[in-house]
């Protein structure tokens, strides 16, 4: 799709047009999709926020402003949505006091990996999630924007809404805990 015609699918949804809106959704579903994904770690919390971003996307449509972008509008959205999310989890974590699971393959292929080599990836996955429960939701999403997107840290701010400052000490504080969590793997062979 060319940009006139993103441009005039987003005046017409701006309008009300349910379908216009919809071509929006399929040019961004996916790139909404990962950038979901990077930030909560998880399919269905990122099923979730990508659907809870379009609903709010819909039903914002009127405080767009047009000479902004809007991926870039969406995007901020997203981020929003899944730091309610990353939030929500972590609540729920608290009370439950739950340990992320360690899921090993039931069938080892003959001709993949070794069985150790398939126990030693689980275990480094199992140690990743659990590391990365251990950053604040600002923390999180600081860390999968700077790392995964490669966003700028002015970029950082302004999609956490906070100071340059406390968006490059949000990135700091979840690359220390990280290294501290995960040193252990690093003496292991």
Not at 89 to 112: C, F, I, K, T
Not at 136 to 144: G, I, K, L, M, N
């Amino acid at each position: 799709m060319e940009a006139g015609d993103a441009a005039a699918a987003l005046a017409r949804a701006r309008q009300g047009d349910g379908e216009a809106f919809r071509v929006l959704v399929d040019l961004h579903a996916r790139t909404a999709f990962a950038l979901a994904f990077r930030l909560t770690g998880d399919d269905r919390d990122a099923e979730d926020v990508v659907q809870e971003s379009f609903i709010r996307a819909f039903r914002q449509l009127g405080r767009f402003e047009s000479r902004s972008n809007f991926g870039t509008w969406l995007h901020r959205i997203i981020v929003n949505c899944a730091m309610d999310a990353l939030r929500s989890r972590h609540s729920r974590r608290e009370e439950r006091n739950a340990a992320p699971s360690e899921d090993l393959p039931d069938v080892l292929a003959a001709d993949g990996p070794s069985p150790e080599r398939l126990a030693r990836s689980a275990e480094i996955r199992r140690r990743v999630e659990t590391s990365m429960s251990l950053l604040t939701p600002q923390e999180r999403v600081a860390f999968a924007l700077r790392h995964y997107e490669g966003r700028s840290i002015d970029d950082i701010g302004r999609t956490l809404g906070v100071q340059k400052s406390a968006a490059k000490h949000a990135v700091f504080r979840a690359v220390r805990k990280l290294r501290a969590a995960l040193a252990p793997l690093r003496g292991e062979s």
